[in-house]
């Protein structure tokens, strides 16, 4: 059973801070993906990493693929209220249908 | 991204009745669904898996016989919850996967009273 260990739990911070969320395991993923989702509605994909070492933009937010494929971490620059949610990250193995592992979810509270 | 579509997007329903959820992806073809359910302020919980055309493979812990999953074609799966209880209550969310990438329904918020 492949496991994902999502940290923090929560977070609470005020505008204009930076923040990391990391993503570990200690299986080997052929891809993870980030997810956001916002109260009462579905995981919204925000991006996917493929390649050990691989680092992907997105405006303020900057994901990192470890070197292994076990780890990663998304880092926002310069928060803002809108970037408040729950931020998913997700892994997938080799196995058939591309079924995802979740990682528990980093719940994050921008302040104005 | 990929369309899909969940509906209802909430329902309230007293316990003993039975409940049907559809997701449908509207512009591919899923040859694979993965049904998801998700208490408050936790993650996703994989509740089962289903092929086109096959009878659905459920995680530890989920009854088959409670939450009855069809995927019938390639664009529609449903979720039966069968005589829900207020345990039941969660929000419910499909993933239809035909590409690499997943994409998720709307989720639909399941009340029972």
């Known amino acids: 059973t492949q496991l994902l260990e999502q940290s923090p739990q929560f977070l609470s911070i005020q505008e204009g801070e930076n923040l990391t969320v990391y993503c570990n395991s200690s299986?080997?993923?052929?891809?993870l993906q980030w997810y956001r989702q916002e109260p009462g509605e579905g995981p919204v994909l925000l991006v996917t990493?493929?390649?050990?070492?691989e680092v992907k933009k997105l405006k303020r937010l900057t994901f990192q693929f470890g070197d292994a494929r076990k780890d990663s971490s998304l880092h926002i620059t310069a928060a803002q209220p809108g970037d408040t949610g729950l931020y998913l990250c997700?892994?997938?193995?080799?196995?058939?249908?591309?079924?995802?592992?979740f990682g528990g979810g980093t719940r994050l509270m921008v302040k104005p | 991204g990929a369309v899909v579509s969940q509906h209802p997007s909430w329902v309230i329903c007293k316990s003993g009745t039975s409940v049907k959820i559809e997701c449908r992806s509207l512009?591919?073809?899923?040859?694979?669904m993965f049904w998801y359910r998700q208490f408050p302020k936790q993650s996703l919980m994989l509740m089962a898996t289903s092929n086109e055309g096959s009878k659905a493979t459920y995680e530890q812990g989920v009854e088959k016989d409670k939450f009855l999953i069809n995927h019938a074609s390639l664009t529609l799966s449903t979720l039966t919850v069968t005589s829900a209880h207020p345990e039941d209550s969660s929000f419910y969310i499909c993933s239809p996967r035909g590409r690499a990438s997943a994409f998720f329904g709307q989720g639909t918020r399941l009340t029972v009273v």
């Open positions: 990493v493929v390649t050990g070492g």
């Open positions: 299986s080997v993923f052929s891809s």
């Open positions: 512009d591919f073809q899923a040859t694979t």
């Open positions: 997700a892994g997938a193995g080799n196995n058939a249908g591309n079924m995802l592992t």
